[in-house]
């Protein structure tokens, strides 16, 4: 157990819909990372949250966003769902504090658009 | 844009085999590389390599990065059926904190 913790493990929704997925960082970790991993794609990089604030983007669609709260948990929105959103979303943390430490993963969130 | 480039894409052994994964990478500003193993579902971390020649250990599992011609080596000795998974290779530039994956490399370990 990585101590990161997504919930739901896993969501069905129809296209076009929105949904939110949740992520808890290890205890003390400050920085929150958001991967996509899809069969085609490997594990890409969305975006980073680093004490509250955004610190790096990667290739996150514009129908995707997120955030990180005060008490350092973390939300990925995904609107407009389309097919191709179906895939493995990841979070990971690290502490992240003045320099780059290792990033464990949480056990991901499979999202299936139908 | 960062990238990494894994070999080979797969490749099965028996127990008992040794195998050898190979990364390459090419990252503005590199400050390290890691590898993780990806069984069902979250990649969990192996090593971080952050200077050239150094090998770092774990068990059976060994890893050493070569700084000055881009590329690590995960190698794998007297292999178990558990170590079939999928060995992921990311790179961490300087300037931020995301990590760059490449494709991975399937490992089978058939008895």
Same mark, same amino acid.
């Given at each position: 157990d990585s101590g990161v913790t997504q919930t739901p493990k896993h969501l069905i929704t129809a296209t076009g819909q929105r949904v939110t997925l949740r992520c808890s960082p290890r205890s003390g970790d400050l920085s929150v990372y958001w991967y996509q991993q899809s069969l085609d794609q490997g594990l890409q990089f969305l975006i980073q949250y680093y004490n509250g604030e955004e610190r790096a983007k990667g290739n996150i669609l514009e129908r995707f966003s997120a955030q990180q709260f005060p008490d350092l948990? @973390?939300? $990925?929105?995904? @609107? @407009? $769902?389309?097919l191709g959103d179906s895939a493995l979303y990841f979070c990971a943390s690290s502490a992240g504090a003045g320099g780059y430490t290792e990033a464990f993963f949480g056990q991901g969130t499979r999202l299936t658009v139908v | 844009e960062d990238k990494v480039v894994q070999s080979p894409l797969s490749l099965v052994v028996h127990e008992g085999d040794t195998v050898t994964l190979n990364c390459s990478y090419e990252v503005t500003n590199f400050r390290s590389l890691l590898w993780y193993k990806q069984e069902k579902k979250a990649p969990t971390f192996l090593f971080m390599l952050t200077s050239s020649g150094i090998e770092k250990k774990s068990g059976r599992l060994s890893s050493?990065?070569?700084?000055k011609e881009l590329f690590s080596i995960l190698n794998i000795t007297a292999t178990q059926t558990g170590d079939s998974a999928v060995y992921l290779c990311a790179v961490g530039p300087l300037t931020d904190y995301?990590?760059?994956?490449?494709a991975g490399t399937t490992v089978t370990v058939r008895a």
């Open positions: 948990h @973390s939300e $990925l929105n995904l @609107s @407009s $769902l389309e | 050493i990065l070569d700084k995301k990590l760059s994956f490449g």
